[in-house]
């Protein structure tokens, strides 16, 4: 039996209907056409599909779409300005973190919820929130590199 959820993505209202067993992630990417948010693993272990949701990195891999009614759901697709990359996002490619792609709109994600909530977090606060990021492609050394040039960046705007 479907049901209607309505949620704000990346500030934008949306009413969405539902059978029930979607998950954010099926909404964001088939329903709304986000598809920055991707779907690795299902089981919690890659990270590639973290969003914000009500401020808090989430995995919307496992978070049913109707537990999401009322969020306020943040994607990577909101985080640059037209062409003006993110600060997180500019550090990760200048310290060389950017292979393949494929992880990083959730590690960028992972990380802007981390300074939004804590700019001064520690490198074990920082190594905490990269650990539940799966990379196959870069060492994870460039990823954590470019996590503490983009906290210097976010200090300084």
């Not at 949306?14 to 948010?37: A, N, P």
């Not at 802007?112 to 700019?119: A, D, E, I, T, V």
């Not at 990379?135 to 990823?143: D, K, L």
Request: proline content about 2%; some cysteine; hydrophobic content about 40%.
């Amino acid at each position: 039996m479907a049901e209607k959820i309505t949620l704000t993505v990346n500030q934008v209202p949306y009413t969405i209907e539902i059978e029930g067993w979607e998950h954010l992630i099926d909404v964001l990417r088939d329903e709304i056409g986000l598809t920055g948010t991707k779907r690795g693993c299902d089981d919690l272990s890659c990270g590639a599909c973290t969003v914000l949701m009500n401020g808090e990195a989430v995995k919307s891999c496992q978070v049913l779409a109707k537990r999401a009614s009322g969020a306020d759901v943040v994607t990577i697709e909101a985080l640059a300005q037209g062409t003006k990359l993110h600060p997180i996002q500019e550090a990760l490619i200048e310290s060389g973190a950017v292979q393949c792609g494929f992880c990083i709109p959730g590690i960028v994600m992972g990380l802007h919820g981390l300074f939004r909530k804590k700019l001064d977090a520690t490198e074990a606060e920082i190594a905490d929130t990269l650990e539940n990021h799966l990379c196959r492609c870069t060492g994870y050394e460039a990823i954590f590199e470019g996590a503490k040039l983009a906290q210097k960046k976010l200090k300084a705007r």
